[in-house]
């Protein structure tokens, strides 16, 4: 019989972060998020990437 379910990934996301900000930080990133079609998650991973680019 065939396994069911989805396929497993390299490099799964295993990890889940949770920090606090402010009500404007929240909207700011939301707005940022809807403008350029992103999710937030989306937004704060190239946030990251970009951090990693300036130490470069």
Request: charged share 30%.
């Amino acid at each position: 019989m065939a396994k069911l379910g989805r396929p497993k990934i390299e490099n799964a996301r295993s990890v889940n972060l949770s920090w606090r900000v402010t009500e404007e930080e929240y909207q700011k990133i939301k707005r940022f998020s809807s403008d350029h079609n992103m999710t937030i998650s989306q937004v704060i991973q190239k946030g990251v990437e970009l951090l990693y680019q300036q130490k470069s």
